[in-house]
């Protein structure tokens, strides 16, 4: 996925600089460890569907399903560097041109900030990528040097490599 365009209809997108996989066997951090919830449905779907949930009640984080129906495991959207016109994805992130330019990572650099400019919210749960949600996963033939790590800021199963970015990307989160 790193290298690949998330684009949602509307709002714009950007290159795919940092994920984190989230496996449902050996892997306590995964919301499908302790198997099926109505909170996780979504992610026992079939892959290229939305696993969407509020992290601390608050940040609408984006998931995109990556295994077979019936088996819940996802990959986190972490960041992304935003191509194209970014005033969609600055509004909805409550900036203005100044601070887009002093800053422009605070668009969607971190998880929930990914979230924000893209306009995520929970009804997009469980949707498949395509029309019905807006969202697109693009492949635009960029291979980049991809690089993995431990995740960041999980609690449980925190040694799993299981963290890929972009390699030289300004547009990954800490400890890159």
Not at 68 to 76: Q, T
Not at 77 to 92: C, H, Q, Y
């Amino acid at each position: 996925m790193i290298g690949k365009i998330l684009w949602s209809l509307g709002v714009g997108g950007g290159r795919l600089t940092e994920v984190e996989a989230y496996l449902p066997e050996g892997d306590p951090a995964c919301h499908a460890a302790r198997g099926l919830t109505p909170r996780n449905a979504a992610m026992f779907a079939a892959p290229g569907h939305l696993y969407v949930y509020l992290s601390y009640g608050l940040h609408a984080l984006l998931n995109l399903v990556c295994d077979r129906e019936a088996v819940g495991s996802a990959v986190l959207i972490r960041s992304f560097e935003p191509v194209g016109d970014i005033s969609a994805l600055a509004k909805n992130r409550s900036m203005d041109g100044s601070e887009k330019n002093a800053a422009p990572m605070q668009i969607s650099c971190g998880p929930g900030r990914v979230g924000q400019a893209l306009g995520i919210h929970l009804g997009l749960s469980g949707l498949p990528l395509g029309n019905e949600s807006g969202l697109f996963v693009i492949d635009d033939g960029v291979v980049p040097k991809v690089e993995r790590s431990a995740r960041i800021g999980v609690s449980q199963g925190q040694g799993l490599l299981l963290r890929f970015y972009m390699g030289g990307s300004r547009y990954v989160t800490r400890g890159a």
